[in-house]
């Protein structure tokens, strides 16, 4: 039974972290992703679990002391996680049927996924204590097997973390995750089952342990047990929260990294807890443990904030191993594993022991394990509130981390006065005040250094000058003062946007032309949505057109004031047109009822937890269907870190939902726009030109852009182009989110940047005709052949001439003569 026992909690570990972590994907692509919409959803996740661990006396008292018990446990969540997928799957229509006000509501989303998680997470949180009591059965026994299964449980979590992670998702999508965890479930039913002959009807255990003393818990200790439970069960998720809110820059923000932050917080934790086990019943003086060890877990939080400041150091040492992906993720684990373990450990290990003291003998024990593992769950949630929504926000995560600390090195002093021995409280009592002390003396997070090591363009003439820095809902946001006037505003070491100082006018060519494109090519476009506010480049750029409405919706409020702490004000929220909102763009749209004339979305990188799910085919189904007739989608990536398979799944996704459009494609920036239409798109000359003349006039120029053939010189792939070179790659789905599955490629890897850049160039097909007026179709082709030929840009001007020949032999000759000239003068002078 007991074999059993290991080999079911270990299963069941593995496929509840599994379901946590694709339902909380699934639920955040309706609810939205910000940090307060992600927090509400694993609320209610947890919330069931507790519900499950405090009523599974009642929910299993018929079953008795059996194995069906549990049988039937596993049952109810296989079932559920089957019949739950498809209803998660259908929840954006569900969605987009509520009023908004109702829709972006945070109880009603608490409502919403309470009510869907509640009958499997139940089952879930009875798993734990009905095993429990049915493998411990002597009083002498109670810690060591209390330990044990503990132990076992999170080791299957922390598996669940992983594999979930690193194969379920990545090989067979969130839907083929859940099956994999229903699958599960079935193993341990019918393995179960076929067992279940062969045990007594009720169960039984081994003799009792060699040296092992009862522990009759009086009311007192176990008051003082519960409070134990409660206190590191706040603390332990707040804390969490708090290490993985530095740790996830640290870790790019990738899901990968996540995964390995929870999956080494619960590997501390069941080694805990497998270290305790063998000690829990021959304790002799509990009170002493408990006092001692909540002091080493204060003390440990306390230091681990050092560790944390050395993490710029262990960056760069990994950046020092060179490309190779594998040497860099070992240095950065390891790193991560020394900041958490300490603390982690001792979580761990006074779990189970505040248990044992709590449950005292077996009598009730199925009931006093479901209440002190509800009374931790709950504490947990309460922990992960505070700490999102109250703590981190008000005075940091350095800051957080230390009233963690001193939260349990007070808990400690109050259990000081239940130890026997007055010597040993005299002792315990000083030490309490030294930790005290100590802990708060340290020097804390500095989150400055953090970011200048992570920073992918920190090489600057000048040492950089943090003008703004604030812990966001959604991640660390800077403004740092680069070369002379130059500000980067960057969301956890990823710059976002690039400002000048005094300059409002000044930003990247390619963020304004993700609003001028579609605003020039819509026929008479009025009104606008915008996904994300970034450095504000995009937004002020709508401004300087005639539409009559500009709304703006962005993830992270501390974005917004990072731009008007680098430029003294946010000019665009100064234009009475311009509505900004902070929520996930995606939920705005799902619950709002509003189309509009022109989106343009440029969220954070699609490698980025989160960001991915705005680079899915179902998201530009939901622009397309929130486009006015003649709307115009244009849609921003970056191939920064990114491969070229998962490009092409993001335009494959784009373009099997907009049946015109093209590419835009910079190689100087790295910098592509995806834009899309239900109706035709065309580059007419003369409507462009008239909304030229107008008040953006100026900004264009800046960019270099005069007329419509400055618009083409980097129009890059067709549509019918990008069906072509993207068939056989899968598209980037919600359930295969794969641009946030594939590995991201490192910034310094010089080689594949240029094989990347070699297949853009060679993949150029310059298919723009279908795109222009048929009486202006060869002049236009000709400038731009021309202005390629000008930036020696042979291969692309070379393409040009051959789309140019059907339309006009004699343009054609004159530019193939261009292009042999400038051939002849890069072979004079020994370039390629």
């Given at each position: 039974m007991l074999r059993l026992a290991g080999l079911f909690l270990v299963l069941s570990g593995i496929a509840t972290l599994t379901y946590q972590?694709?339902?909380?994907?699934?639920?955040?692509?309706?609810?939205?992703?910000?940090?307060?919409?992600?927090?509400?959803?694993?609320?209610?996740?947890?919330?069931?679990?507790?519900?499950?661990?405090?009523?599974?006396?009642?929910?299993?008292?018929?079953?008795?002391?059996?194995?069906?018990?549990?049988?039937?446990?596993?049952?109810?969540?296989?079932?559920?996680?089957?019949?739950?997928?498809?209803?998660?799957?259908a929840l954006?229509?569900?969605?987009?049927?509520?009023?908004?006000?109702?829709?972006?509501?945070?109880?009603?989303?608490?409502?919403?996924?309470?009510?869907?998680?509640?009958?499997?997470?139940?089952?879930?949180?009875?798993?734990?204590?009905?095993?429990?009591?049915?493998?411990?059965?002597?009083?002498?026994?109670?810690?060591?097997?209390?330990?044990?299964?503990?132990?076992?449980?999170?080791?299957?979590?922390?598996?669940?973390?992983?594999?979930?992670?690193?194969?379920?998702?990545?090989?067979?999508?969130?839907?083929?995750?859940?099956?994999?965890?229903?699958?599960?479930?079935?193993?341990?039913?019918?393995?179960?089952?076929?067992?279940?002959?062969?045990?007594?009807?009720?169960?039984?255990?081994?003799?009792?342990?060699?040296?092992?003393?009862?522990?009759?818990?009086?009311?007192?200790?176990?008051?003082?047990?519960?409070?134990?439970?409660?206190?590191?069960?706040?603390?332990?998720?707040?804390?969490?929260?708090?290490?993985?809110?530095?740790?996830?820059?640290?870790l790019d923000g990738t899901m990968y990294g996540f995964a390995t932050i929870l999956s080494i917080f619960l590997l501390g934790i069941a080694i805990g807890s497998w270290a305790i086990k063998s000690r829990l019943d021959r304790i002799e003086d509990p009170s002493r443990w408990l006092v001692a060890g909540l002091l080493l877990l204060g003390s440990s939080m306390a230091v681990s904030r050092l560790g944390l400041n050395l993490l710029p150091w262990a960056h760069d040492l990994a950046d020092s191993?060179?490309?190779?992906?594998?040497?860099?993720?070992?240095?950065?684990?390891?790193?991560?594993?020394?900041?958490?373990?300490?603390?982690?450990?001792?979580?761990?290990?006074?779990?189970p022991l505040s248990?044992?003291?709590?449950?005292?003998?077996?009598?009730?024990?199925?009931?006093?394990?479901?209440?002190?593992?509800?009374?931790?769950?709950?504490?947990?949630?309460?922990?992960?509130?505070?700490?999102?929504?109250?703590?981190?926000?008000?005075?940091?995560?350095?800051?957080?981390?230390?009233?963690?600390?001193?939260?349990?090195?007070?808990?400690?002093?109050?259990?000081?006065?239940?130890?026997?021995?007055?010597?040993?409280?005299?002792?315990?009592?000083?030490?309490?005040?030294?930790?005290?002390?100590?802990?708060?003396?340290?020097?804390g997070l500095d989150f400055r250094a953090l970011i200048l090591a992570v920073h992918e363009s920190r090489e600057s003439a000048q040492a950089?000058?943090?003008?703004?820095?604030?812990?966001?809902?959604?991640?660390?946001?800077?403004?740092?003062?680069?070369?002379?006037?130059?500000?980067?505003?960057?969301?956890?070491?990823?710059?976002?946007?690039?400002?000048?100082?005094?300059?409002?006018a000044h930003g990247p060519s390619t963020e304004k032309?993700?609003?001028?494109?579609?605003?020039?090519?819509?026929?008479?476009?009025k009104s606008s949505f915008c996904v994300g506010f970034g450095g504000g480049v995009t937004a002020r750029a709508l401004t300087r057109t005639d539409l009559e409405s500009i709304r703006i919706v962005e993830l992270e409020p501390a974005v917004v004031r990072a731009v008007e702490a680098a430029l003294g004000a946010v000019e665009p929220l100064e234009d009475p047109r311009v509505q900004l909102s902070f929520n996930d763009a995606r939920n705005t749209l799902l619950v709002e009822g509003r189309t509009y004339d022109i989106i343009c979305s440029q969220p954070s990188h699609p490698w980025r937890a989160g960001a991915g799910k705005l680079f899915t085919r179902e998201f530009a189904a939901l622009v397309r269907d929130h486009l006015n007739p003649g709307g115009v989608f244009c849609q921003w990536c970056n191939l920064v870190r990114m491969d070229l398979d998962t490009l092409r799944s993001i335009v494959r996704a784009f373009f099997l939902e907009f049946e015109h459009g093209f590419v835009n494609l910079s190689l100087q920036?790295?910098?592509?726009?995806?834009?899309?239409?239900?109706?035709?798109?065309?580059?007419?000359?003369?409507?462009?030109?008239?909304?030229?003349?107008?008040?953006?006039?100026?900004?264009?120029?800046?960019?270099?852009?005069?007329?419509?053939?400055?618009?083409?010189?980097?129009?890059w792939w067709s549509r019918r182009e990008c069906l072509v070179l993207t068939e056989g790659v899968d598209a980037n789905t919600d359930l295969r989110l794969l641009s946030e599955v594939r590995s991201t490629v490192p910034l310094d890897d010089a080689e594949g940047s240029r094989r990347r850049i070699q297949w853009l160039v060679r993949s150029y097909g310059a298919d723009m005709v279908p795109y222009l007026q048929p009486a202006e179709a060869g002049d236009l082709l000709w400038q731009v052949g021309r202005g390629l030929v000008e930036r020696q840009d042979v291969v692309r001007a070379k393409q040009c001439a051959e789309r140019l020949q059907p339309l006009d032999d004699r343009l054609a000759k004159r530019l193939r003569t261009s292009i042999r000239k400038v051939q002849r003068e890069l072979e004079q002078g020994g370039r390629r």
């Open positions: 972590v694709v339902w909380v994907q699934l639920l955040s692509l309706s609810m939205g992703s910000t940090s307060a919409s992600v927090s509400t959803v694993l609320a209610a996740f947890f919330l069931g679990m507790a519900a499950g661990s405090l009523l599974a006396h009642r929910m299993t008292r018929r079953l008795g002391d059996h194995l069906r018990a549990y049988v039937v446990l596993e049952v109810v969540i296989g079932v559920s996680g089957a019949v739950l997928l498809p209803v998660l799957l954006d229509d569900i969605m987009a049927w509520t009023p908004a006000w109702l829709g972006t509501a945070l109880w009603f989303k608490l409502v919403v996924s309470l009510l869907l998680m509640l009958v499997p997470t139940m089952a879930m949180g009875a798993t734990f204590p009905v095993m429990a009591s049915l493998l411990i059965r002597r009083d002498a026994q109670l810690g060591d097997r209390l330990g044990l299964l503990y132990s076992l449980n999170t080791l299957g979590a922390v598996l669940g973390a992983l594999v979930s992670a690193f194969l379920f998702i990545p090989r067979w999508g969130l839907d083929g995750a859940v099956w994999v965890a229903v699958a599960l479930n079935a193993v341990i039913v019918v393995i179960a089952v076929a067992r279940m002959r062969g045990l007594p009807a009720e169960a039984t255990t081994d003799e009792a342990v060699e040296g092992a003393q009862p522990i009759t818990s009086s009311p007192r200790m176990r008051r003082l047990a519960l409070a134990v439970l409660c206190g590191t069960g706040f603390v332990s998720i707040a804390a969490e929260v708090a290490y993985t809110k530095a740790l996830a820059m640290f191993m060179g490309t190779h992906a594998g040497l860099r993720g070992f240095v950065r684990t390891l790193a991560v594993f020394g900041v958490l373990l300490p603390a982690t450990l001792l979580f761990g290990a006074l779990f248990l044992r003291l709590y449950c005292g003998t077996t009598a009730r024990l199925r009931a006093d394990v479901g209440r002190a593992y509800a009374a931790n769950t709950f504490a947990s949630i309460l922990g992960a509130i505070a700490a999102g929504y109250v703590l981190i926000p008000a005075v940091g995560t350095d800051s957080t981390l230390l009233v963690c600390a001193v939260a349990v090195i007070l808990l400690a002093v109050l259990l000081v006065p239940t130890i026997p021995a007055a010597r040993v409280r005299g002792y315990l009592a000083l030490a309490s005040v030294a930790v005290l002390a100590i802990g708060i003396a340290l020097p950089p000058e943090f003008l703004f820095l604030e812990e966001g809902k959604a991640g660390v946001v800077c403004a740092v003062r680069q070369d002379q006037d130059l500000v980067s505003i960057q969301n956890n070491g990823l710059q976002e946007s690039v400002r000048r100082i005094g300059d409002p032309l993700l609003a001028y494109l579609p605003y020039l090519l819509h026929e008479a476009p920036s790295g910098d592509v726009l995806l834009v899309g239409s239900r109706s035709p798109v065309s580059f007419d000359r003369a409507r462009i030109e008239a909304r030229m003349g107008a008040r953006m006039s100026d900004d264009l120029q800046r960019m270099g852009i005069t007329g419509p053939v400055d618009l083409l010189r980097d129009f």
